[in-house]
Nanobody, 115 residues
């Protein structure tokens, strides 16, 4: 079992920034992929960004150049730096950890971009 605890969501004005954090604990394989997904009201959950334990990254086209994913393997923590936020970035953001057949989700953190 892997437990994921997210933090850093909240309300921010358009153009502002937020940094999400997700700490993993439990039976963690050293090789894994951690990432962030988001789900807006009435929409399907979508990948935002992912990063392997080796540091390779993958971003949704909609956030390239705007969001940056990083991780601290010593702390089993993944971060999502979100800049120049737009109202369309409003969603519940979920942390994900997976490797092979193992797939775990955090409880989600709300990000609301509004003036």
């Amino acid at each position: 079992q892997v437990q994921l605890v997210e933090s850093g969501g909240g309300l921010v004005q358009p153009g502002g920034s937020l940094r999400l954090s997700c700490a993993a604990s439990g039976s963690i394989f050293s090789v894994n992929v951690m990432g962030w997904y988001r789900q807006a009201p009435g929409k399907e959950r979508e990948l935002v960004a992912a990063i392997t334990s080796g540091g390779s990254t993958n971003y949704a086209d909609s956030v390239k150049g705007q969001f940056t994913i990083s991780r601290d393997n010593a702390k089993n923590t993944v971060y999502l730096q979100m800049n120049s936020l737009k109202p369309e970035d409003t969603a519940v953001y979920y942390c994900n950890w997976h490797w092979s057949t193992y797939n775990y989700w955090g409880q989600g953190t709300q990000v609301t971009v509004s003036s």
